[in-house]
């Protein structure tokens, strides 16, 4: 995780001003498992720290080694995070990819690439500059069997001449990717600038695109969701993580590992205060946080869409048996095994109404890095003041990529445990019954284990129960858990964060999105703007829906709901439970598996306005 840093680089004096300066994007096509991504991080870092806003989103194979994998960074002096349809850098080092990648290079871009790969279809509208990576890796030093995995430093060096890249912040992010090993900074650093400086001699120069510095990062950091997404859980007191390794969601699990022996350690003893297990399986990760959350430990696991489908009955159990769990989705493309490294919002409902019979769960929709670590936390205090396992679906976009974002907000508040009765409470209740509705919320009380009251003892069971926790067939003692479980749910309504909405004075069309869609919705509505088209915008950050939705869809007579999925997952929700406005809902869906770019959304809009 990056830390908090206010500087940012001076400007270069005498620098000549590129045509575009800090607009533009760059892809870096390589080979997976070739050390690109360390390239990658450096680039970005380096131009991150020159206080440009940078955003990167990675492109990658499922598997180990091998296949292509693509890396853009868009630099956006507005602040842009969403995908382009289009990058004006290219960087070629993959010869299986080069021809396609060049031919989708605009008119007077710049494509990077070895000397000694050739071009099937070469362009005279592009400015080509090849390198002698080989020679310049040879000529550093680099020991024979490290060539290929720093020969992509040749690129980096390369990138900071002609784009104007300060090269003491590229030296810096080297030393923070290192953490401080000289000899691996040393002999990266000594490729870069043998690279920069080769460039600087004998490559042609270019005014058409280059950085510049800013001070829009200042007191920024670059951190991804699902690092985020661990720091909430254990700012929020998780002591119980059970996991299986499943793409994308398995770095989240990696994070906690990381980072809860520095945090989660007793400050007095040094003892580790929780336990975080790989399971042999997503079932068996389902089943120890939910026993984990019966003993009242603070529990939670991390998986994606096929390990969702595979813990089905365990979080049945825990919705009927009103035990608190925490399940982080972090979201691909499917159905089944479907494309792993792909994002999707394809689990949406799955989510919502997961388990048989009539399920309804929390689930809750980060769409920042904020809210990334804010519901890693907030997850925990809803399971427990709801008693029932609480959802989070983030997505690989999210999760897996970098993402700018202010400092983290630090609660000061004391955990909220819920409803949890004491042995001096139990004392002063006459009749207590574990699923009884005393406070007409549907929501009962509990006690933990280890209460040495004799009256703390109840049965858990996912059977037919009544009020006192005893089983029961009975058609009435049925039917009233259902409803008092349906009165549970309208209560989430009011305890789950709310829709962010920003309204327009006048402005008749809405558009609604959720999670990861936020900034190519934020730049589609300036676009449309441009067009004459004023939007208001509201982000649904959880479910169920409350009022606050049916109010924004009043107020507007035509709404966009804006999604990536193939059915339109959130737009059928809403149809359904506000059905008085499903004339008024109109869809704005793709499935492609790329994240999503703000002309998308635009031209769904105006296609369908103009229908």
């Known amino acids: 995780m990056s830390v908090i840093d206010t500087d940012v680089s001076p400007a270069h004096p005498g620098a000549t001003v590129p045509r575009h300066v800090n607009d533009f994007a760059i892809v870096a096509a390589t080979v997976n498992g070739s050390g690109s991504q360390t390239a990658n991080n450096v680039l970005i870092r380096a131009i991150f720290k020159m206080g440009i806003p940078v955003s990167?989103?990675?492109?990658?194979?499922?598997?180990?080694?091998?296949?292509?994998?693509?890396?853009?960074?868009?630099?956006?002096?507005?602040?842009?995070?969403?995908?382009?349809?289009?990058?004006?850098?290219?960087?070629?080092?993959?010869?299986?990819?080069?021809?396609?990648?060049?031919?989708a290079l605009p008119e007077g871009g710049l494509c990077l690439y070895p000397n000694d790969m050739k071009f099937a279809k070469p362009r005279s509208d592009v400015h080509?500059?090849?390198?002698?990576?080989?020679?310049?890796?040879?000529?550093?030093?680099?020991?024979?069997?490290?060539?290929?995995?720093?020969?992509?430093?040749?690129?980096?060096?390369?990138?900071?001449?002609?784009?104007?890249?300060?090269?003491?912040?590229?030296?810096?992010?080297?030393?923070?990717?290192?953490?401080?090993?000289?000899?691996?900074?040393?002999?990266?650093?000594?490729?870069?600038?043998?690279a920069a400086e080769w460039t600087r001699a004998n490559a042609p120069r270019q005014d058409s695109f280059g950085v510049m510095p800013m001070d829009r990062t200042a007191g920024q950091i670059l951190i991804d969701g699902n690092t985020a997404a661990a720091l909430g859980a254990l700012c929020g007191g998780v002591s119980v993580v059970a996991w299986y390794p499943i793409t994308p969601a398995t770095s989240l699990a990696d994070a906690l590992t990381e980072y809860a022996p520095v945090l989660r350690a007793d400050a007095e003893t040094g003892t580790t205060t929780y336990a975080i297990v790989q399971a042999e399986d997503e079932l068996a990760a389902a089943g120890i946080i939910v026993g984990a959350g019966w003993a009242g430990a603070r529990a939670m696991t991390s998986t994606s869409g096929p390990g969702l489908s595979l813990m089905n009955e365990f979080v049945g159990l825990a919705y009927f048996a009103e035990v608190p769990a925490v399940i982080w989705d972090v979201m691909r493309m499917g159905p089944s095994t479907g494309l792993p490294t792909r994002v999707s919002q394809g689990d949406l409902t799955n989510a919502y109404f997961m388990g048989h019979g009539d399920t309804h769960h929390v689930c809750l929709l980060p769409g920042t890095m904020a809210e990334c670590f804010e519901f890693g936390r907030i997850a925990f205090d809803l399971a427990e003041r709801l008693q029932t396992p609480v959802l989070v679906l983030s997505d690989l976009d999210l999760g897996m990529n970098n993402w700018m974002t202010g400092p983290f907000e630090y609660p000061d508040a004391a955990l909220d445990r819920g409803k949890v009765l004491t042995a001096e409470q139990l004392d002063q209740i006459k009749g207590w019954g574990r699923y009884r509705d005393v406070d007409g919320d549907g929501i009962p009380y509990r006690t933990l284990p280890g209460n040495p009251h004799p009256r703390s003892a109840y049965l858990s069971r996912g059977t037919g129960h009544n009020e006192y926790g005893v089983y029961s067939e009975r058609s009435g003692d049925w039917q009233q858990n259902l409803d008092r479980l349906t009165r549970k749910h309208h209560t989430a309504r009011g305890l789950v964060p709310q829709p962010i909405i920003e309204l327009v004075a006048g402005a008749s069309i809405g558009l609604v999105g959720f999670g990861s869609t936020d900034g190519a919705i934020r730049e589609a509505r300036d676009v449309l703007a441009a067009q004459g088209v004023a939007t208001s915008y509201m982000r649904v950050r959880a479910l169920p829906l409350g009022e606050a939705v049916r109010a924004f869809l009043a107020e507007h007579s035509h709404v966009y709901v804006v999604e990536m999925n193939q059915d339109g997952q959130l737009h059928q929700l809403i149809q359904l439970h506000l059905p008085e406005h499903a004339g008024d809902v109109r869809s704005v869906r793709i499935c492609d598996g790329m994240p999503l770019t703000a002309r998308f959304v635009a031209d769904g809009v105006l296609t369908q306005e103009r229908a």
């Open 56 to 103: 990167g989103k990675n492109l990658f194979p499922s598997n180990i080694q091998g296949l292509p994998t693509w890396y853009t960074m868009r630099i956006s002096k507005d602040g842009y995070t969403a995908r382009r349809e289009g990058t004006e850098v290219l960087v070629a080092f993959n010869p299986r990819t080069a021809d396609e990648d060049l031919a």
């Open 128 to 194: 080509l500059y090849p390198l002698p990576v080989k020679e310049l890796v040879k000529q550093s030093g680099v020991d024979v069997k490290l060539r290929d995995y720093i020969a992509n430093m040749v690129y980096v060096g390369a990138l900071a001449e002609l784009l104007g890249i300060d090269m003491q912040q590229i030296h810096a992010a080297l030393e923070r990717h290192f953490r401080g090993k000289r000899r691996a900074i040393d002999l990266n650093y000594n490729v870069v600038v043998a």
